[in-house]
């Protein structure tokens, strides 16, 4: 009966990391700047946690810094990363163990912070935009370029899609569902028969 209790209590100390917190990363491009938002849950954000932002191909460390009190590490797109168009992995360690990573795709960020090219002999370009469509009424109105109106609505479509990537995310890392919690227990309990049956064997 010891070596029973002995091998549950084996089980439970090594599924520990399994029923532990997790660490969520989720960073999104807002104009000129990337923002990474961390938290262990919906309501318990990373304070003070440990930010580094690598280029992803290279592995060279291009900043770094800390998540404040809400859990967010708003930081400028790098000069580097711009240049080589080379995306960008943002890892966050919140501590005992717990981290976590996300990549930000240079064509996020490049097409945010593209310089802006102008029109020849100062004219602008809207020839390339189909009459009655809502870029044409925006470039006649405020006389806006075709890249300007393009960079607007860029900007705002990111602003608008941030909010339900995060919510996408959120549900994606929601913890065990009743799958797995039902095949842990399963495993428990495989374990304590595989002690019973070498319990119950005659001795030699």
Known sequence: MRSLFLLLVFALLTSGPALAHRVNIF???DGNEIVAECSYSKSKRVRHGTIEVRDAVTGQTLLQGRTDEEGL????????ARKTGADLRILLQAGEGH?????V???EFMKASAPKTPAPNGEKATAAVA???PADA?????????????EVVSAALDAKLAPIKRSLLEQSQAGPGMQEIIGGIGWIFGLV???A???SRPRV
Request: net charge negative; no cysteine.
């Open 193 to 195: 028969g595989i002690a």
């Open 131 to 133: 009459p009655g469509s």
């Open 105 to 107: 795709e240079a064509a």
């Open 197 to 199: 049956y070498f319990k």
């Open 138 to 150: 925006a470039s006649n109105a405020q006389g806006l370029s075709r890249a300007d109106v393009e």
């Open 99 to 103: 981290q976590n990573e996300w990549i």
């Open 27 to 29: 960073a999104y491009v």
């Open 73 to 80: 590490f708003r930081f400028p797109v790098p000069d580097q």
